[in-house]
C-alpha cells in the first residue's frame, strides 16, 4: 500500500510570509495527525483529524497556523505569517482509527524561516 | 501532553556491543509505543506494549514495559551501523493522541 504523502518536501521562506504544506495519509486511515519537529526534539502534536473534524487542536497556535481536512482525506496545514522559530519539519501522520497508536509517518515538510 | 523521560540522551557504541535506552513516566502508562527515527527520515512505528511486565523481541531488539507500567526500556545485542538513528517512545495522552519523548540518538563506530 503507497505510504503517506507529503509536500513539498522542502521550503525555505522569509518571516512574516505564508506557507501551506499540503498531506495525502494512507487510503482508509480516518485519523491523521500533523506534528511539528524542531531539530534534536520529538515530534510534537499540533492538530488532529478524525474524518473531516478536528478531534484536537488544542497546541495549535491559532493566531497563526490554520489546518483543514476537506472530504476526509487531504490536509492541508498554513502558517500564516511565518516566524523564524517556525523552522521545523512538519510531519503528517495518518492511523486507522482502531489501532490509532500505530501511526505512519510521510516523508515530512523541512520549513527553513529566514 | 504527558511527559516521558528518555535516557541517555545519545548513546555512542562500538559495532557489535550491546545497549540499553530507557523511557520514564512519572505516572502509570495504559501502554507505550517505540518508534525509529533514521538520520533524514520520518519516525516509523516499531512495537506497543500494554502488560503490565511484557517483553517483545524483534531479532536483536527487546522491548520491555516495567511492572508498574511507569517505564520501558529498548535492549539492542550486537550493535549494527543500521540500527543507526533515533529511538523515540511515545506514550498516550487525551483520545487518541501520542506524546512522544525526546529519543535516544544512537551512533556507531565501526
Known amino acids: 500500500e503507497a505510504g503517506v504523502a507529503q509536500s513539498p518536501r522542502y521550503k525555505i521562506i522569509e518571516k512574516r510570509q505564508s506557507v501551506a504544506f499540503w498531506c495525502n495519509p494512507i487510503?482508509?486511515?480516518?485519523?491523521l495527525y500533523w506534528y511539528q519537529q524542531i531539530l534534536g526534539q520529538g515530534p510534537k502534536l499540533l492538530i488532529q483529524?478524525?474524518?473531516?473534524?478536528?478531534?484536537?487542536d488544542s497546541q495549535l497556535p491559532k493566531d497563526r497556523f490554520s489546518a483543514e481536512r476537506l472530504k476526509g482525506v487531504d490536509s492541508t496545514l498554513k502558517i500564516q505569517p511565518a516566524k523564524l522559530e517556525d523552522s521545523a519539519v512538519y510531519l503528517c501522520?495518518?492511523?486507522?482509527?482502531?489501532?490509532?497508536?500505530?501511526?505512519?509517518f510521510g516523508p515530512g515538510t523541512r520549513l527553513t524561516v529566514t | 501532553g504527558q511527559q516521558v523521560m528518555q535516557i541517555p540522551q545519545y548513546q555512542h557504541v562500538q559495532e557489535g556491543e550491546d545497549f540499553t535506552t530507557y523511557c520514564n513516566s512519572s505516572?502509570?502508562?495504559?501502554?507505550i509505543q517505540w518508534y525509529k527515527q533514521r538520520p533524514g527520515g520520518h519516525p516509523v512505528f516499531l512495537i506497543q506494549?500494554?502488560?503490565?511486565?511484557e517483553v517483545k523481541k524483534q531479532k536483536r531488539l527487546t522491548f520491555q514495559f516495567g511492572e508498574a507500567k511507569k517505564n520501558s526500556s529498548l535492549h539492542i545485542t550486537a550493535t549494527q551501523t543500521t540500527d543507526v538513528g533515533t529511538y523515540f517512545c511515545?506514550?498516550?495522552?487525551?483520545?487518541?493522541?501520542?506524546?512522544f519523548g525526546a529519543g535516544t540518538t544512537v551512533t556507531v563506530r565501526a
Open positions: 505516572t502509570t502508562l495504559s501502554n
Open positions: 487510503s482508509g486511515h480516518a485519523t
Open positions: 483529524f478524525q474524518n473531516n473534524g478536528v478531534v484536537d
Open positions: 501522520a495518518s492511523s486507522r482509527r482502531d489501532r490509532w497508536n500505530e501511526q505512519y
Open positions: 506494549l500494554v502488560k503490565s511486565g
Open positions: 511515545a506514550v498516550p495522552f487525551g483520545d487518541y493522541k501520542l506524546s
